[in-house]
T-cell receptor
């Protein structure tokens, strides 16, 4: 069991470029959550996905951000036309069932730097 | 209503001492309160969790105390060790059905020899 795998670990993008962050959940987990962590701040919820469905995207900015979790392959968090304020650590977590009391398993994150 | 407050922001404890981190919430619908531990460069890892039907839960050196009437809960780390140096996040959610986990802002703990 390899746990939650996120790649890349570090990503540098120039302003205006696109960033694609990938997350492979724990094998057998069909629930994926994305969180953003700014320096000296806690984890802010962005989006919750199940296979092929977005369940809750209330924490995701309406523009430039999108997420998917296809039937096959990893979950993708996509940020278009990145700005400096998007610089943060982005963490993906997975769980085996609906309901947060089963505990989340987090990946090691992708650290996005926008220059 | 969805916030989880956490204090202190940072904490320095001598090896062998007790580390105490406090959290408070407002939403009485929350019924699951996990604590996560995060080392630099790593993702958070679930440390211990409690539901409001108990006032205390202990796992090894880690104890959660829960005060439902005050809507407060705390993490106690007994016999703190340098290896405990990390950032600790309290969190809350309506764990019985889907709801997102809301995290506190975190406490940076340093245990010095």
């Amino acid at each position: 069991n390899a746990g939650v795998m996120q790649n890349p670990r570090h990503l540098v993008r120039r302003r205006g470029q696109e960033a694609r962050l990938r997350c492979s959940p724990v094998k057998g987990h069909s629930h994926v959550y994305w969180y953003r962590q700014l320096p000296e701040e806690g984890l802010k919820f962005m989006v919750y996905l199940q296979k092929e469905n977005i369940i809750d995207e209330s924490g995701m900015p309406k523009e430039r951000f999108s997420a998917e979790f296809p039937k096959e392959g990893p979950s993708i968090l996509r940020i278009q036309q990145v700005v400096r304020g998007d610089s943060a650590a982005y963490f993906c977590a997975s769980s085996p069932r609906q309901g947060s009391n089963y505990g989340y398993t987090f990946g090691s994150g992708t650290r996005l730097t926008v220059v | 209503q969805q916030q989880v407050k956490q204090s202190p922001q940072s904490l320095i404890v001598q090896k062998g001492g007790i580390s105490i981190i406090n959290c408070a919430y407002e939403n009485t619908a929350f019924d699951y309160f996990p604590w996560y531990q995060q080392f630099p460069g790593k993702g958070p890892a679930l440390l211990i969790a409690i539901r409001p039907d108990v006032s205390e839960k202990k796992e090894g050196r880690f104890t959660i105390s829960f005060n439902k009437s005050a809507k407060q809960f705390s993490l106690h780390i007994m016999d703190s060790q340098p290896g405990d140096s990390a950032t600790y996040f309290c969190a809350a959610s309506k764990g019985t059905s889907y709801d997102k986990v809301i995290f506190g802002p975190g406490t940076s703990l340093s245990v010095i020899p």
